[in-house]
């Protein structure tokens, strides 16, 4: 992992305004953001574990070399998620990072399969994040929902298992709101999957899945295509299609952007050639986010510093950032109103003289 907390193209005051500004995440995943603290805790809980349980060492281990080796990486972490109790205080834990970070409202998403297929008892795994979710409101004000995605390589069998957690009455959770699919997109092509998520619309979840992010642009249509996206998980490679980006400005289709995950998973090489200002000058509607903070040294705040330098932001083209996600939402409007609001007393009272 290397440290991008600080990115240093971005005056100091910026960061000071971004710290306070009140924000929305919406493509941040739950194993993904386990802390250094809390993966070195579960690790020594688990000593067949090859997950380092010195924080210090674990920033080697989130060293990638690229996606796939992200992916192993990600899933030996899963490996130490054992328990409703290790999936409660994960969740609880991610809240109060992001509460820390001034997010109002965070959609999370979740792999039910990676951990039902390990042993977790759907129900148990269910109330777990439930528990945790209320607790979290009640302690720090921070609203969550779910994304259930698909873990796409494991194919229609997790496919199978992650709509019908997300579908059967009995087990889905109240604060489901939306259906995704990740994991590696090379060699697990987006159509194959329509059945499922034509389901899972027709029990009034959002389609959000991953695309473009490790292959081009024909993904991104897929997803557009064949799983109804209302959003897209990073689609960074709508870039290298004109039509394409046209398409997602005219229909308001937001990419969920993550620009430090892209590096540090080698999808994109170098920083300054992530192409989140083309999707700004196409009219793109576009939303921060930082996909899997500590694993890639980064968090949500260090995440609008690289927007505000790519993009040359002052702090009401940040607000404008933070409005952005809150309006791509699936928050209900009076909360959408709310955390808007919050967002331009904010803004007002900081540039205030
Ligand atoms: O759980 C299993 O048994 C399993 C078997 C085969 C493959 C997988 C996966 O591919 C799990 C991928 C896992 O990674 C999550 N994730 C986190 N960040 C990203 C990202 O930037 N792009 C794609 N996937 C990402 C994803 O939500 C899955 O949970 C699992
Ligand atoms: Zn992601």
Redesign the pocket.
Known sequence: MTDHLVDAGVPRDLHAFIAGLPKAELHV?H??SASPRIVSALAARHPDSKVPTDPEALVDYFTFTD?AH??DV??SV?DLIRTPEDVRLLTYEVARDLARQQVRYAEL?I?P??ST??GIEAGAFMAAIEDARKAAEAEFGTVLRWCF?I????GLE?AEETVRLATDDRLRPEGLVSF?L????IGVPRPQFKPYFDRAIAAGLHSVP?AG?TTGPETVWDALTHLRAERI??GTSSAQDPKLLAHLAEHRIPLEV?PT?NIA?RAVRTIDEHPLKEFAKAGVAVTINS??PPMFGTDLNNEYAVAARLLDLDERGLADLAKNAVDASFLDEPGKARIAAEIDTYTTDWLAP
């Open positions: 995943h194993v993904g996606f992200f992916i990600y899933l899963v998403t792999t399969f990676s297929r390990r995605d873990p796409g390589e494991a997790s995704g990740g994991g590696p997109e991953h992010e998980g990073h993550c995950s998973t996909d899997d």
